[in-house]
C-alpha cells in the first residue's frame, strides 16, 4: 500500500471522527483501537476541553485541510476556536506549560489561516500563562504544578521545547520581545543540562530556583532517570530544531543533531523504536508509534536545515515504515491513525493503543511528504509580523 492511499485513509478516518465527535474532544488515547470522550474534568463535561491534549485534533483538522483543499476540513478546524478562547477567557486548567500543544494548533493557526482576531487573543492569553511560569534567576519555565510546590518548583521536561513556538509567535504578532527572549533564554537552559554527555536526554530536569543552579536530572514517563525515553528523545529532535531556526543560534543546532544521532542509534531494524531507546528486539517491551512520528517531523525540518541527506533519510524510512506497519487496515473499526503508540508507561495508560499526538504528528509527516514546500505551524512566519 503506497503512502498517497495511506494519506487517503488518514483523511477517511478524519473525516469520519468529525461526525463521531461533533463539537466535543476525544480523549488523549484510544481503548482497544477506538477514541472515548475526553474524561470530565476540571469542572467540565464528558468532552470537555482539557487537559494538554485537545490542541492536537483541530490540529489534524488544519493538516486536513492543508492536504485535501476540502472546506469541510476547514469549516471544522474553524470551529473549534470558540472551545479555546472560552477556555482562555474561563481560565480552565491552563495553570501548566502545555499551552503550546493547546493555542499553537488551535488558535495561531487559526490567525494564520483566516485572521481570527478572538483565536488571536486567546492564543496571547495562553503564552502570558507561559510567561507566568519562568522561573528567575534560573530562567527556566516550570512544568507542573503550582510555582511554590517543593516537589514541582524549578522542574521542567524536554517536551516543553514544543511548547515555546507559542512564545516565538508572540514576539512576532505583538513586537514584545520578552516572550522570545524567555523562549531562547529557557531552550538554552535545556540545551545545556537536559542533554547528556552521551547526547541521550534526560526526561526532567530541576533547578534551584534561588541560585539558578541545575541540580539533577529524573524521568516521570521514561523507563529510569539513567535511560531515554524515546518520545523525549524525538521531541528534542524537532523542539531544538525550531528554536535554532527561530533564532539562528548554532547551539540548538548542535542539540538537535546530538538528539537526532543518539535517536538514529538506538532503533532496531524496523526504524520504529521501543518506548523507551535502552530497549531493543528481544528485550519484550512495547514500540511507541508516537515518538517515531515525532521524529519523522524532525527530522524533516532538521534536513531542510542542514542539508543533510542522512536526516532525510531517517524521515523516509521511519514514516514508510509507520505507514505499512503501524497503521489500521482499511475496514479496520479503529479510528486512530497510527496503532502501538505508549502514553505513560509507569502508570499503564495508553499502553500498545493509538494517541492523539501519534496521530497528529503522523498526518503531519504526511503533510510534508505530500508537498516538500509545506510550512510547519511550529516555525515562525511572516504571517506572524507584528498586527494592528
Not at 11 to 29: C, D, K, M, R
Not at 233 to 240: D, K, L, M, N, V
Request: glycine share 8%.
Amino acid at each position: 500500500m503506497n503512502t498517497f492511499t495511506h494519506t487517503d485513509h488518514a483523511l477517511v478516518t478524519i473525516a469520519a471522527n468529525i461526525e463521531s465527535f461533533g463539537h466535543a474532544y476525544p480523549h488523549h488515547n484510544t481503548v482497544d483501537g477506538v477514541y472515548p470522550l475526553k474524561s470530565a474534568e476540571h469542572g467540565e463535561p464528558l468532552g470537555g476541553n482539557t487537559s494538554w491534549t485537545t490542541g492536537f485534533w483541530p490540529g489534524m483538522l488544519w493538516l486536513a485541510y492543508d492536504i485535501s483543499g476540502d472546506e469541510r476540513f476547514h469549516s471544522a478546524a474553524s470551529s473549534h476556536v470558540a472551545s479555546f478562547v472560552d477556555r482562555a477567557d474561563r481560565d480552565i486548567d491552563m495553570d501548566h506549560h502545555d499551552m503550546g500543544f493547546l493555542y499553537t494548533l488551535s488558535c495561531t493557526t487559526a490567525w494564520r489561516m483566516d485572521r481570527d482576531q478572538a483565536a488571536r487573543r486567546a492564543a496571547l492569553i495562553a503564552a502570558e500563562h507561559l510567561m507566568a511560569r519562568v522561573l528567575e534567576p534560573a530562567g527556566i519555565i516550570q512544568a507542573w504544578g503550582d510555582l511554590s510546590d517543593p516537589e514541582q518548583q524549578g522542574r521542567t521536561i524536554i517536551d516543553s521545547l514544543m511548547n515555546l513556538p507559542l512564545l516565538y509567535w508572540a514576539t512576532d504578532t505583538t513586537g514584545d520581545a520578552r516572550f522570545a527572549d524567555a523562549a531562547l533564554r529557557h531552550a538554552t537552559q535545556l540545551a545545556a543540562h537536559i542533554v547528556r554527555a552521551d547526547d541521550s536526554t534526560f526526561h526532567t530536569f530541576y533547578w534551584d530556583v534561588v541560585t539558578g543552579e541545575p541540580l539533577y536530572g529524573r524521568t516521570d514517563q521514561g523507563f529510569a532517570d539513567d535511560s531515554c525515553w524515546a518520545r523525549g528523545q524525538a521531541w528534542g529532535i524537532y523542539g531544538f530544531t525550531l528554536s535554532y531556526l527561530s533564532s539562528g543560534d548554532t547551539l540548538f543546532l548542535d542539540a538537535a543533531r546530538r538528539c537526532a544521532d543518539y535517536f538514529l542509534s538506538h532503533l532496531p531494524s524496523d526504524h520504529v523504536p521501543y518506548w523507551d531507546l535502552g530497549f531493543g528486539d528481544g528485550d519484550g517491551h512495547l514500540r511507541d508509534s508516537s515518538a517515531a512520528a515525532i521524529a519523522v517531523c524532525g527530522f524533516d525540518e532538521l534536513a531542510r536545515a542542514t542539508g543533510e541527506e542522512r536526516y532525510r533519510t531517517a524521515a523516509v524510512e521511519i514514516l514508510d515504515a509507520l505507514a505499512a506497519d503501524y497503521t489500521p487496515e482499511p475496514g479496520d473499526p479503529a479510528d486512530c491513525l497510527l496503532l502501538q503508540g505508549v502514553y505513560h508507561w509507569h502508570a499503564k495508560i495508553g499502553m500498545d493503543e493509538g494517541n492523539l499526538w501519534g496521530d497528529y504528528y503522523y498526518l503531519e509527516a504526511l503533510a510534508r511528504r505530500a508537498d516538500p514546500e509545506w510550512k510547519s505551524y511550529w516555525r515562525r512566519s511572516p504571517q506572524d509580523a507584528v498586527a494592528s
